[in-house]
């Protein structure tokens, strides 16, 4: 089971912001995940990174950015705050070896409330 | 387009009886199923997963069962318990992805006593 950590739990933040949502894993997994929930809704993928210095759009447009210097940290940034961006974000990780590739292993999550 | 279809939003049963969870996907080209549990204010906790090859896998009290020709999957939860409620997300990949899942809207499981 992977060690995966997220902070802050929750933010409520004013409009136009800059904010930072913080993600780190202990496992060593080369995989890592960003994923936005809305209540009742499904999770949608924003942000991807197979690697170090990698880093791929999901299949949900976001105006987040991400970056990876480091295996174990994959931090998401909005650089403007908006209320359309209260949500709750998940981040996730997964190793790389044979079919187990594809389970991931999520944080618990931020909750973000834009005002 | 929803590629992976949860269609009971709820479901409520009693405690030490089955509880069936349901999953159905569109994309042919999936081949590796994952359900997951979420509490509520917490992330996802993986709890069992199926690749296409087989058709049913087995933990403890759950089962996942795959019916490929109807691209229709369950979890079966037996027997269930109070700690078992929650949201449950039914999730598929398919082999070049680069391991992105594709999630359901959740079931959520009201276990009474």
């Known amino acids: 089971e992977a060690d995966i950590y997220q902070t802050p739990r929750y933010l409520v933040i004013g409009t136009g912001k800059k904010i930072t949502l913080e993600c780190s894993q202990t496992?060593?997994?080369?995989?890592m995940y960003w994923y936005q929930q809305d209540p009742g809704m499904e999770l949608h993928l924003i942000h991807y990174s197979y690697g170090v210095n990698s880093t791929e759009k999901g299949d949900l447009s976001s105006e987040s950015t991400v970056s990876r210097i480091r295996t174990e940290h994959f931090p998401l940034t909005l650089e403007s705050a908006r209320p359309s961006h209260t949500s709750q974000y998940l981040c996730?990780?997964?190793?790389?070896?044979?079919?187990?590739?594809?389970?991931?292993?999520f944080g618990p999550g931020t909750r973000l409330t834009v005002l | 387009d929803q590629q992976v279809k949860q269609n009971s939003p709820s479901l409520s049963v009693q405690e030490g009886r089955i509880s069936i969870l349901n999953c159905d996907y569109t994309?042919?080209?999936?081949?590796?199923f994952l359900w997951y549990k979420k509490y509520p204010a917490e992330g996802p906790t993986f709890l069992i997963s199926i690749s296409s090859i087989k058709d049913k896998n087995e933990d403890g009290r759950f089962t996942v069962f795959l019916n490929k020709s109807a691209k229709h999957l369950s979890l079966h939860i037996v027997p269930s318990q109070p700690g078992d409620s929650a949201v449950y997300f039914c999730?598929?990949?398919?082999?070049?992805?680069?391991?992105?899942?594709?999630f359901g809207t959740g079931t959520r499981l009201q276990v009474t006593l």
């Open positions: 496992m060593g997994h080369d995989k």
């Open positions: 994309n042919s080209m999936f081949d590796y």
């Open positions: 999730a598929a990949s398919y082999t070049g992805t680069a391991s992105k899942l594709t």
């Open positions: 996730a990780s997964s190793d790389s070896t044979g079919r187990s590739t594809d389970t991931q292993y």
